[in-house]
């Protein structure tokens, strides 16, 4: 999920962005926007860092051991047109 410090900052920037009536009302629209904004991340189908890292360190060794077989395929292919 995201960092309470990143919600924050994402929070501030939406209230200085609001006309200054609606800014005004302070912590009521602050509490509101914190609330929707939260209810929308869980909402979406969001990965941790730990876990982007991990797939994709899965897919730079997928990508070496494919790139290697492709190399293998290719070294018999034509092993193959060498002998016919």
């Known amino acids: 999920m995201i960092k309470n410090d990143n919600l924050d900052s994402m929070i501030d920037r939406i209230m200085a962005g ?3 009536g609606l800014s ?4 009521d629209v602050e509490q509101n926007i914190r609330a929707a904004v939260k ?3 869980r909402k979406m189908d969001l990965v941790t860092r730990e876990e982007f890292d991990i797939q994709h360190d899965v897919l730079i060794r997928t990508r070496s051991r ?5 190399k293998q395929v290719k070294e018999i292919e034509e092993k ?3 002998q016919t």
């Not at 005004?24 to 912590?27: I, N, P, S, Y």
């Open 18 to 20: 609001l006309p200054s």
């Open 24 to 27: 005004t009302l302070g912590r």
């Open 39 to 41: 209810s929308t991340l």
């Open 66 to 70: 494919l790139e290697a077989l492709e």
């Open 80 to 82: 193959n047109k060498i």
